[in-house]
């Protein structure tokens, strides 16, 4: 097999048309297309766009005949595949809103999922959910559980696609539902419309400078923000060829991810959340012949986003492959959400990570204590704003705040969502005057973001105000954590205060060890926040994430506070 190549006689168009049917179009131009890999990274299936269309108008009928009308939902699983792809893009010649939901993850089981899938079916209210026949038991049941119809990919491609007019879109039309996989709004569909989609890919495309010879490399999921919108939409609208690694494969081998990179000259543009660079940094440490094995040399745009950046963690990354050619410059963290279709500022490319140290006691808006010396944490510098995207830090009073003064994060542009589906008062609670509150805390300096973290997961105790993230940072720094090991937040004790706990993923079998271990992490909190706090030592895998595989604070304390998390004995 061939894949599609990197260039053609095709005139590049940066996301500028009026629906994402027309931009469907114009790629199926070119002989540019997706290439799905296996588990071992090796090329599985060549899709060139032009094919992809091609299923996805015979698609469209077989939706039309089923009885799906513009306007409403399809519900799909979020395969990295093929049938995927074309299904979306049937969905949007159809007129349909396609909605992605999330493939079964390694955290949970089977009943999690399938009650996971029937919360964002009744949410979504579709006329039909298709999955791929695999997990087609529990696609099926939530279905069932929902009244809503479901087949496979498998049988639905086998119905009638009787020749039919399609219905003309525009610009303003609905284009997808997204659910944000955030756990403070869950579950939440983002209504994003034609517009909006294609001025954030736009804005996408200009602020990273794609060109003529950039490709892609991605193992993101397509039920999430980034992975649907940054490594599916934005190359069709955009016209670039991808290289696509399923998320499973990622998690099982994921330095087959550098291995795709290494191999074609052409694959300068990748992203990932900060876990993924951890995990790869980690998986090398132990070996010697990275020179010989990578060759990331041409990676220009190794983009940050979907989580809080960690300078330390794109530090290792940098220390780990720096002999295999990688330039710290090639980072390029930003911001975005799924509210916002994707990003809000992007880093200009070849600045790298840039941090500013930032005393902990600004960051959580209460006095310092002068009795001790003070602590500072490193901020992430996220970039600018997209073209056309505005971007304020907003006080408490509603006023805007100036330069390193720390406030919530609000933007406005076109690519701010149209509302969240069905939900009018949580669409109240974000959108003011056309201004999107994101709930996220940050600063601005000289037109660059910082953020400083999520608003509603602040620790208030005795007046003070601490971020969930630097208690779990402070665990982390213990031997044998991870990223995501941790779960912080408050709770209230008997006589009705506040106070901190911190769930930790125990994997110490002697009761004695653990009692050791949890008079460590108490410690180590209390050192870092002067505080005492409740530690719970948890089963590994026992911390709950969300459809991206990011920590869930939220469900995490739910779970605990209701008896379903139950802490390790103790007892000798």
């Given at each position: 097999?061939?894949?599609t ?28 297309g ?5 588990m071992?990274?090796q ?34 699983i979020?395969?990295t ?5 074309s ?17 079964p993850?390694s ?10 899938l029937?919360?964002?079916l009744d ?5 039909i959910?298709?999955y ?14 929902q ?10 491609a ?7 007019d399609?219905?003309?879109l525009?610009s ?16 939440t ?28 490399v ?9 992975g ?47 876990f993924?660079?951890?995990i790869?940094a980690?998986?090398?440490s ?15 745009i190794?983009?940050?986003?979907a989580?809080?950046i960690?300078?330390?963690v794109m ?23 799924a ?25 959580s ?15 992430v ?16 009073d ?47 300096a000289?037109d ?14 005795n ?16 031997p044998?954590f ?36 949890r ?19 948890v ?14 604070r939220?469900k ?17």
């Amino acid at each position: 097999m061939t894949p599609t190549p990197n260039d053609c006689d095709l005139p590049r168009i940066r996301a500028q048309f009026d629906t994402f049917g027309e931009a469907i179009d114009y790629a199926a131009r070119s002989k540019k297309g997706l290439n799905f890999h296996d588990m071992r990274g090796q090329l599985s299936r060549v899709y060139p766009y032009s094919e992809m269309r091609e299923d996805a108008l015979v698609m469209a009928r077989r939706l039309i005949a089923f009885g799906i009308k513009p306007q409403d939902r399809v519900a799909l699983i979020a395969e990295t595949a093929p049938e995927f792809a074309s299904l979306f893009c049937a969905c949007i010649y159809a007129g349909a809103w396609p909605v992605p939901l999330p493939l079964p993850t390694s955290f949970g089981g089977k009943d999690s999922y399938i009650d996971q899938l029937a919360v964002q079916l009744d949410s979504s209210d579709p006329a039909i959910l298709i999955y791929p026949e695999e997990i087609g038991e529990m696609a099926s049941a939530a279905a069932t559980r929902q009244n809503c119809p479901g087949e496979s990919w498998q049988d639905f491609a086998k119905r009638e696609a009787p020749e039919c007019d399609l219905p003309k879109l525009n610009s303003d039309d609905i284009c997808y539902l997204q659910y944000s996989s955030g756990s403070t709004r869950f579950p939440t569909g983002v209504a994003v419309t034609h517009k909006a989609l294609l001025h954030n890919l736009y804005g996408h495309a200009v602020s990273m400078n794609l060109g003529d010879d950039d490709r892609c490399v991605s193992w993101l999921p397509w039920y999430h923000d980034m992975g649907l919108v940054g490594c599916f939409l934005s190359l069709i609208a955009n016209q670039f060829s991808v290289d696509l690694l399923k998320p499973d494969a990622f998690a099982r081998r994921p330095l087959a991810w550098l291995d795709m990179i290494s191999r074609n000259p052409g694959h300068t543009v990748s992203y990932s959340p900060t876990f993924g660079y951890d995990i790869c940094a980690r998986r090398i440490s132990s070996q010697s012949n990275v020179a010989e094995r990578f060759d990331l040399s041409r990676w220009r745009i190794a983009g940050n986003g979907a989580d809080m950046i960690r300078p330390d963690v794109m530090q290792s990354f940098v220390n780990a492959f720096s002999e295999a050619g990688f330039k710290a410059s090639a980072f390029t963290p930003s911001y975005g959400l799924a509210e916002a279709v994707l990003a809000v500022t992007v880093m200009p490319p070849g600045e790298g990570i840039r941090v500013e140290l930032v005393e902990e006691e600004r960051l959580s808006g209460t006095p310092r204590d002068i009795s001790r010396p003070a602590r500072y944490r490193a901020i992430v510098n996220c970039g600018k704003a997209l073209p056309d995207m505005e971007v304020l830090i907003c006080g408490e009073d509603g006023n805007a705040r100036g330069d390193h003064q720390i406030g919530k994060v609000w933007c406005r542009g076109p690519s701010v969502m149209h509302s969240y589906f069905r939900n009018e008062e949580a669409t109240e609670d974000c959108l003011v005057d056309g201004w999107l509150d994101t709930g996220d805390m940050g600063y601005l300096a000289n037109d660059y973001l910082f953020i400083v973290g999520r608003a509603k997961d602040m620790i208030i105790i005795n007046g003070k105000n601490h971020w969930p993230q630097d208690i779990e940072w402070a665990v982390e720094q213990l031997p044998g954590f991870n990223h995501g090991d941790i779960a912080a937040f408050s709770v209230e004790t008997e006589g009705g205060e506040e106070a901190p706990a911190v769930l930790v993923h125990c994997r110490v079998a002697d009761p004695v060890e653990r009692a050791k271990l949890r008079e460590q992490i108490s410690d180590k909190v209390r050192s870092v926040t002067g505080m005492s706090c409740v530690v719970e030592l948890v089963p590994p895998r026992t911390l709950p994430r969300t459809s991206s595989g990011k920590l869930s604070r939220a469900k995490a304390k739910k779970l605990y506070l209701s008896g379903e998390i139950v802490p390790l004995d103790l007892a000798a």
